[in-house]
């Protein structure tokens, strides 16, 4: 099968890759690029594991094919904390124990970043609205829920101090 | 230390929900309560986890993470067929496409010797799991291995599996236990023969065992009830649903070495079954635990380490096998469907005079459905002289069953908690009042025999009774409230910790148990607590079996209880050496020497740990302590639950208002975490009990195996789950602990179940209470 040559930006970075034309995102991030961060659940579109930012929209990486990336602009959670610096979400996850197993954290963090960046200052349904893409099997949604708004809360005092 | 009465001592950090989805307003009482008894330093507060940053920031490796150079992707061929025979199986097809290295099939294995073997909460035939591992002869499931792949990549691998030609003789397929236990049934497995009362007898069937205990009269005790209520229940198959699916890579070294890197809950319970299956020793075989994502009891059992290996035996190279979705719905361990009969006397004072159960549970293809704990849980809650129950372990043509969080227990709780509120209301008692009228206590005598020693169940029934919730008026029409009392044993079993104080005053703590929710951060803290320093300063690794003494699986809501009280003892040991590095400073006996909070003194003279630790050197070289356990004083943990639902009489469909789960964890270690144990068990027993089944066709396939179609429970279906710590210290830890991961499953099928019989008079007999299901009772009530 011959391989299709991607021109991409992959967390502010220029990327170049080659990857089969069945190859979803998902395979080409995690087997291709080594990004294992976002990861795989269920590979058909309907846990959230592999959440990424592509121009601006969340999507499922395993619901992309490789291809598509072409000309795209990616985030995944490899590119969510600044240098040394974890993103607020990420501080708030840890503090508010919003985690337990860890597997379906990076999917929830990248979504709830752009749940933020484009509602300053959700309520908890719009949040539990937003995060429904998302399954989180082992905390019961509470403690991410709670996380999600601290880290609203925290990034608006910041906004406006 | 000090000691308190029962109030509440802290609450969550987190900040006080926005109120959304109608939900009632909450200022007015704590979300998350903790009912403390003993506060210590570090025990009982909320750190960051220590491996957190990993886990925010995408930098943990779980299994599928890793792929070593050289790597091959593996396949498995599954079977379409629910029982069928295997005539032939033909690989040669698939065995000499491009890019394909080996397959292997059953026969690639050693004979299975027919003996027991522990397989991490108990002792199966080895037959059962090497049957299960890849079939032979036959098939007793859709989704039964049959054959496996090793390839260049994923794909064709995936396409080679399915060149593989099996000719297959279908059989007779039985889904449930009754229609399995039928006297014409075809028998799933030809040699098995029925175990009765614990003795062997000589009874081809398809129930592999049945238990019974009894106590009292039970006749004489339902003649003299005032009310006797008896009821049958039937619950679906589900899934345990953890997000990561089965994973393994597997380097057979040309050394004869054999590499494993899994996701597991016992990376030792991997080694030696793999060591039986294979035929090698264990300590021929190293197991790497990778981070695990999620488990809840399905990520105890071996399934594809044997075939990686086998693989890997076969190429030279490292193999790496990934489940899809599918395969973890039809190839690994559902929890069983059951069917359970449950019979409840008493009398007009409110006295439990008579309790009896049969539970049937589906076991799936091969023994071993976890029946017995759900008889021994049934009744656990009450305080009844009269007692009788039986238990049938029944083979079925599903996935072979494994542990889900309490295993067995749930279904049980479901039919026993709905006939005693029945009983409650025909006698016109609160529900909460009935259950304290006969609480099970220390001393009470369980429907399989042992005593309880001091538990919690008369504890969590008042912080029940006393909760704001259960005193809040509901606030409209077909709207209920339910509680239920949930039981789980806990276990012991074996661990082994190590830790090495580094010379800047932090401690390097080396233990085997996977780490599944917390669990570094909960043993860290016992050890820091006897060091008297930070949790911080700590340093937790979870590692290889060659690297740490023998520790059993992360189940059982053993890890906290079992791995902490070997971090516990360690710490005690370094203590002692700690000691006697500061009376060689000192020129004293080490018992002349004091500890208390990290700083060892005597005569006036100090000094602090870390300042001790910078000295080792020249007091004697490295301290290092290891301890090992294998603990006795488990206790088991009591939990309920208060729910408030609203049913929608027009759809069927229930919405979860208002959710409050109690529980009696002795001591909450990191209260956070045992929040979220508790949040994370109700929400599955919520899914369990409103949306979660395995559909199964005519043919016995099953017709959901995705996760648009095996619904589990999603952020928008669920308020805010509320939480009340009980801590009723368990006499037989050094902190008090009991375990918190699974009891607070048990309850909420049952509790809702209540709410909606409240709500819209309908008696739910049969999970999942879904919208069809509840519409038709209610169309019926």
């Not at chain 2, 060591?275 to 790497?288: A, G, H, Y």
């Not at chain 2, 001393?443 to 809040?472: M, N, S």
């Not at chain 2, 469909?653 to 994370?680: C, N, W």
């Not at chain 2, 009991?738 to 019989?757: D, F, K, L, S, T």
Request: hydrophobic residues 40%.
């Amino acid at each position: 099968m011959q391989s299709i040559h991607v021109r991409t930006k992959i967390n502010g970075q220029a990327a170049e890759f080659l990857c089969e034309p069945r190859q979803s995102l998902l395979e080409v991030l995690r087997d291709v690029l080594r990004l294992t961060g976002t990861k795989e659940g269920c590979n058909d579109g309907n846990c959230g594991a592999c959440t990424v930012e592509m121009d601006g929209r969340i999507v499922p990486a395993c619901l992309v094919l490789g291809a598509e990336a072409e000309g795209a602009d990616i985030l995944t959670i490899e590119g969510i904390a600044q240098g040394s610096a974890l993103h607020e979400i990420q501080s708030a996850f840890l503090e508010g124990a919003a985690l337990q197993c860890g597997v379906c954290t990076p999917g929830f963090i990248v979504a709830s970043k752009a749940l933020l960046d484009s509602n300053p200052d959700p309520s908890e349904e719009e949040i539990r609205f937003w995060l429904a893409n998302n399954l989180c099997r082992c905390t019961g949604y509470d403690k991410i829920v709670r996380s999600v708004q601290a880290a609203a809360e925290k990034m608006q005092q910041e906004a406006t101090s | 230390m000090s000691t308190s009465t029962l109030e509440p001592k802290s609450t969550s950090a987190a900040p006080a929900g926005k109120s959304g989805n109608g939900a009632p307003r909450r200022d007015s009482y704590e979300s998350n309560m903790v009912l403390a008894t003993q506060t210590f330093e570090v025990v009982g507060t909320r750190p960051v986890r220590h491996d957190g940053a990993d886990k925010v920031t995408g930098r943990a490796l779980y299994g599928a993470d890793l792929t070593l150079a050289g790597t091959l992707h593996g396949a498995i061929l599954r079977s379409p067929h629910a029982h069928a025979r295997i005539r032939s199986i033909d690989t040669s097809e698939a065995e000499q496409m491009d890019g394909v290295h080996a397959v292997v099939t059953a026969d690639d294995l050693p004979e299975a010797e027919d003996k027991l073997v522990d397989v991490g909460e108990g002792d199966t035939r080895l037959s059962y799991v090497h049957g299960n591992v890849l079939a032979n002869g036959k098939v007793l499931y859709q989704g039964h291995a049959v054959a496996a792949v090793a390839a260049r990549n994923q794909h064709v691998a995936l396409e080679a599996a399915n060149a593989i030609v099996v000719d297959y003789e279908p059989l007779p397929s039985y889904m449930t236990a009754p229609e399995a236990m039928a006297p014409d049934a075809v028998l799933l497995h030809s040699d098995l023969r029925m175990k009765e009362f614990g003795e062997q007898t000589d009874k081809p069937s398809n129930v592999a065992e049945h238990f019974h205990w009894t106590a009292g009269d039970v006749a004489e005790g339902f003649a003299g009830s005032d009310v006797v209520v008896e009821r049958t229940f039937d619950t679906a198959t589900v899934h345990q649903g953890y997000i990561e699916p089965h994973n393994v890579t597997a380097l057979w070294n040309h050394d004869g070495r054999l590499h494993i890197w899994c996701s597991t809950q016992g990376a030792f319970v991997v080694r030696d079954v793999t060591s039986k299956i294979l035929e090698v020793p264990v300590s021929n075989i190293k197991v790497t635990p990778m981070e695990i994502g999620g488990g809840f009891g399905g990520k105890i059992p071996v399934y594809m380490e044997p075939v990686a290996a086998m693989l890997s035996r076969k190429t030279g190279r490292p193999v790496k096998l990934v489940m899809s979705r599918e395969d973890v719905f039809t190839g690994t361990g559902p929890t069983p469907g059951s069917h359970v009969r449950v019979k409840v006397g008493a009398t007009a004072d409110g006295k439990i005079q008579a309790l009896e159960a049969t539970l049937a549970y589906e076991a799936g293809a091969y023994p071993g459905s976890f029946v017995a704990p759900g008889g021994m849980c049934v009744f656990a809650a009450y305080d009844c002289a009269n007692l009788s129950v039986d238990c049938y372990d029944v083979v079925v043509n599903k996935p072979s069953s494994a542990a889900y969080r309490a295993p067995g227990a749930t279904q049980a709780a479901f039919a026993a908690e709905q006939v005693i509120d029945e009983v409650a209301s025909k006698l016109g008692l609160d529900p909460v009042d009935f259950r304290m009228r006969n609480a099970a206590k220390e001393g009470t005598r369980r429907a399989d025999g042992p005593k309880f020693r001091r538990i919690g169940c008369e504890e969590v029934l008042q912080a029940v009774r006393d909760h704001p919730h259960y005193a809040a008026p509901l606030t409209g029409p077909n709207q209920g409230r339910g509680v239920a009392v949930g039981f789980w044993f806990n276990v012991g079993l074996e661990s082994s910790c190590t830790l090495n104080v580094n010379t800047d005053g932090t401690v390097h703590l080396v233990e085997g148990s996977t780490d599944i929710g917390g669990t570094r951060t909960s043993i860290a803290m016992q050890a820091a607590e006897v060091l008297g320093i930070a949790a911080e300063e700590i340093l937790p690794e979870v590692v290889d079996t060659d690297s740490v003494g023998f520790t059993s699986v992360t189940g059982g809501s053993r890890t906290t209880f079992a791995t902490g009280w070997a971090a516990h003892d360690a710490a005690q040991k370094v203590v002692a050496e700690m000691r006697a590095r500061a009376a060689k400073l000192w020129s004293v006996e080490a018992d002349q020497v004091q500890h208390a909070k990290g700083v060892y003194s005597s005569n006036g003279n100090s000094i602090a740990f870390r300042d001790l630790a910078a000295m080792s050197s020249k007091t004697g070289g490295p301290v290092s302590a290891t301890a090992t356990v294998k603990p006795r004083g488990v206790g088991g943990s009591f939990s309920a639950n208060i729910v408030d639902v609203e049913v929608d009489p027009e759809t069927g469909k229930v919405e979860i208002l208002r959710f409050t789960a109690v529980q009696d964890v002795g001591k909450a270690v990191h209260p956070s975490y045992v929040e979220g144990q508790m949040q994370g068990g109700s929400v599955q027993g919520i899914g369990w009990a409103l949306n979660e089944e395995y559909f199964m066709g005519a043919d016995g396939t099953m017709e959901n195996s995705s996760l648009l179609d095996y619904r589990m429970p999603t952020a928008l279906d669920l308020p805010m789950i509320d939480t009340c710590i009980v801590e009723v210290a368990n006499p037989g830890h050094p902190f008090g602990v009991r375990g918190v991961g699974e009891a607070n499953i048990v309850p909420p099928p049952a509790a809702i179940a209540n709410a909606i019989h409240q709500a819209v008079g309908a008696r739910m007999q049969r999970l999942p209470m879904s919208p069809p299901a509840v519409w038709a009772e209610v169309a019926e009530s």
